[in-house]
């Protein structure tokens, strides 16, 4: 790992010479500390703070920033894969570090001062968000007044800013949702994170009142979706131009994948030496055939998921736009993978006996764990694969 500290700045010109290899080395490194500390993690209701300097160390959240402040402009891609690796050990500690890396990565998309405001002043800041559109922004001189109590900020209790979904308001008009960034100090915590899975990423709630944005700290949601912000002007990394909300749902799927995937490492374990009535479980024909084919439907989902967004990154990094067709085959791709990563992990879990309903094991965990991250709406199958059902027609007429 390197030897510079959590927020240090750029390490020199070798900082960016990572590769992607490299990058899923340190993950698997760290896998094995997360399973043990998920535990604990789960218990806090929110990560260790050793493991979040464990990411900034072996900079997996700069995987997605920009080069100009330390970062390395991996492709959405790389992330995907590192989360996957993550979020097998625990699924809330590694969700933490896609969040925050996916956070580098939008605000790499914001007006250029917007960034060097946060990573000018520390090139290791993180950042927390809320993306349901709470938040009120009035127009005043130089920019806006923003209030709004906002919920699911993952991580926040390690972050320095905060990126609030909103409208701005103008009378009776109400324009967006746009995108806000606010200093962490700024707002509130609420401690509302009482949940039944991923407890452990301390996604809590917080209230922002009053507080003064300036006009370039907004990004224009329509340019997100768009993936046209105005930081792919002077970010010259593809992941940049990455459309929000088509291609970012591949997060989410990979993180489900790796809980999924790390529900069959726990249930291998706990079957391997399970007994029932004085029967091994583990030599059962009906053990084997939920082994194989859960572990095939794990593999299918990780490889649709990993084969599309690689190739929509592809189109990215030639300079080409992705069609309509292909952002919403891509979203409905995730989210099938995340459905069908889900099913195995219910067969898992239900295969498991009545003594893995007690909690406390890794393996009702990383169920639990699976069942929050695979309720996230921007990977809801109906949705997701409605809209793309209906493009496909519109395409063939």
């Known amino acids: ?86 979020t097998r050990g625990d699924g809330a500690q590694g969700w933490i570090q896609a969040i925050m890396s996916d956070h580098a990565q939008m605000l790499g998309t914001f007006p250029l001062q917007a960034q060097e405001d946060v990573w000018g002043e520390n090139p290791g800041a993180v950042m927390s968000a809320a993306f349901d559109p709470k938040g009120i922004a009035i127009p005043a001189e130089g920019g806006y007044r923003f209030s709004g109590r906002f919920g699911f900020a993952s991580g926040i209790d390690h972050a320095d800013w905060l990126i609030c979904a909103g409208f701005i308001v103008k009378g009776d008009s109400r324009d967006g949702p746009h995108f806000f960034m606010v200093r962490r100090r700024d707002a509130e915590i609420i401690d509302d994170w009482h949940t039944i899975g991923l407890e452990g990423t301390g996604s809590k709630g917080f209230e922002v009142d009053d507080v003064f944005v300036p006009e370039y700290a907004v990004l224009d949601g329509a340019l997100a979706r768009a993936g046209n912000g105005p930081g792919a002007q002077v970010n010259p990394g593809a992941v940049y131009r990455l459309p929000r909300g088509f291609l970012t749902p591949a997060i989410f799927a990979a993180m489900t994948i790796g809980m999924a995937q790390g529900l069959l490492d726990a249930w291998l374990a706990y079957t391997a030496t399970r007994m029932s009535r004085g029967v091994k479980v583990g030599d059962s024909p009906a053990s084997h055939m939920v082994a194989g084919q859960c572990a095939a439907e794990i593999d299918a989902a990780e490889a649709l998921n990993r084969s599309t967004i690689r190739g929509a990154m592809a ?24 459905r069908t990563a889900l099913e195995a992990g219910a067969r898992l879990f239900t295969a498991a006996g009545g003594h893995a309903i007690y909690k406390g094991g890794p393996v009702e965990r990383q169920y639990r764990n699976l069942l929050a991250s695979a309720a996230h709406h921007i990977v809801n199958w109906e949705v997701s694969a409605l809209d793309s059902g209906a493009a496909i027609i519109r395409e063939a007429g």
């Open 1 to 86: 790992m390197p030897d510079a500290g959590p927020d240090a700045g750029p390490a020199g010109p070798d900082r960016t010479a990572l590769t992607a290899e490299e990058f899923y080395a340190r993950a698997d490194t760290l896998a094995p500390m997360l399973r043990d500390r998920a535990a604990a993690a789960e218990a806090a209701r929110c990560v260790p703070v050793e493991t979040v300097d464990a990411f900034k160390a072996a900079d997996l959240i700069r995987i997605t920033q920009p080069a100009r402040f330390g970062g390395h402009e991996m492709g959405w891609d790389v992330l995907c894969e590192v989360a996957c690796r993550l």
């Open 315 to 338: 189109v990215l990094e030639a300079g080409n736009a992705l069609t309509e067709i292909e952002l919403l085959g891509a979203k409905r791709n995730s989210a099938w993978a995340c």
